[in-house]
């Protein structure tokens, strides 16, 4: 089978191609925004595997570089939703629009297999816990949720009306070995800069669902096998969640083993990090447990294994 995947050589991206590239042939497409070409470079000069430098946006290359694909997993896409409160078209183009331009060159090309990585950011700030995927009504409170939303309704549109099968999977935060961006990639960033005091955005007490590389690869790849209706929409999530206070004290602990050093942890006098961060978020995952996969790691877990990547350490 030949799969095209956007955004390959980021994070969540080129987890996908370690596990597809044995039995298929792989085609990264990739502007390397955000990615890593070294994420891919062990592929790189094997006969089932390409590498495109292109964006979403040049129709072109993109409707040409996907002629013969059998599958696409759409992972391209903006990874900070704080940096599109700056600049504020950037979910739009790079999320939205490229989501557009992707579906579009897939109906071009009689492409019938989209898998999409949405986000629990489309829920906004529901008033369900645990949140499941009929809840309504969604409302974002990002531009970039707001963008991961309004690519579901095309993609749903054009599942509907071209014939196209997808698989939408709103992600808990996605953590792990190749992370680029979040709050430990924050916090060691932080204390590069200064080693006695480590500023955390909010009070603490924000509480979110995670989830480790290793299991979204596996929820994805399970789902894609096992669901098989036109239109296929699960939370990707352990089920729970951990709050900000906790990830920053089981970090600092693993930091100061390592490091030896002492700092000062200092919270803001505010409940939300930033304008568009979602304060409570805990998916519900009892739709993808009923079709038989669960989550190995628990969003505690999870910190504690990502931490241990980022740091370095057994």
Request: hydrophobic residues 40%; glycine residues 8%; contains cysteine.
């Amino acid at each position: 089978m030949k799969v095209f995947i956007t955004g390959g050589a980021g994070f969540v991206g080129s987890h996908v191609v370690d596990r597809l590239i044995g039995e298929n042939e792989i085609v990264v497409y990739d502007n390397l925004s955000s990615g890593e070409r070294s994420f891919i470079q062990k592929h790189e000069g094997s006969k089932n595997f390409t590498f495109i430098e292109g964006d979403l946006i040049d129709r072109p290359l993109l409707e040409k570089s996907i002629k013969g694909s059998d599958a696409v997993y759409h992972f391209a896409a903006n990874p900070d939703i704080r940096y599109g409160i700056e600049y504020t078209d950037t979910d739009l183009t790079q999320g939205t629009i490229a989501t557009y331009n992707v579906l579009e060159a897939m109906r071009l090309a009689d492409v019938k297999k989209i898998i999409f990585s949405s986000s629990s950011v489309v829920y906004g700030e529901p008033h369900q816990f645990p949140t499941s995927e009929d809840y309504g009504p969604m409302l974002p409170i990002s531009l970039y949720g707001a963008s991961k939303l309004a690519c579901e309704g095309l993609i749903t549109s054009f599942s509907h009306t071209f014939g196209i099968t997808s698989w939408i999977f709103r992600f808990a935060n996605i953590i792990g070995k190749r992370q680029t961006h979040g709050l430990l990639v924050d916090l060691i960033a932080k204390l590069d800069k200064n080693k006695t005091v480590l500023p955390v955005l909010g009070d603490g007490l924000q509480e979110k669902s995670y989830l480790y590389i290793d299991d979204c690869i596996d929820g994805i790849l399970y789902a894609v096998g096992h669901a098989n209706e036109s239109m296929n929409v699960y939370n990707l999530s352990a089920g729970d969640q951990i709050s900000v206070s906790e990830i920053v004290s089981i970090f600092a602990k693993k930091y100061t083993e390592m490091t030896h050093s002492q700092f000062e942890i200092s919270y803001e006098n505010k409940s939300r990090g930033w304008q568009g961060d979602v304060v409570k978020v805990k998916l519900d995952a009892a739709k993808i447990n009923s079709l038989g996969w669960s989550a190995r790691y628990s969003s505690k877990r999870a910190i504690e294994k990502t931490v241990e990547d980022l740091l370095g350490g057994a």
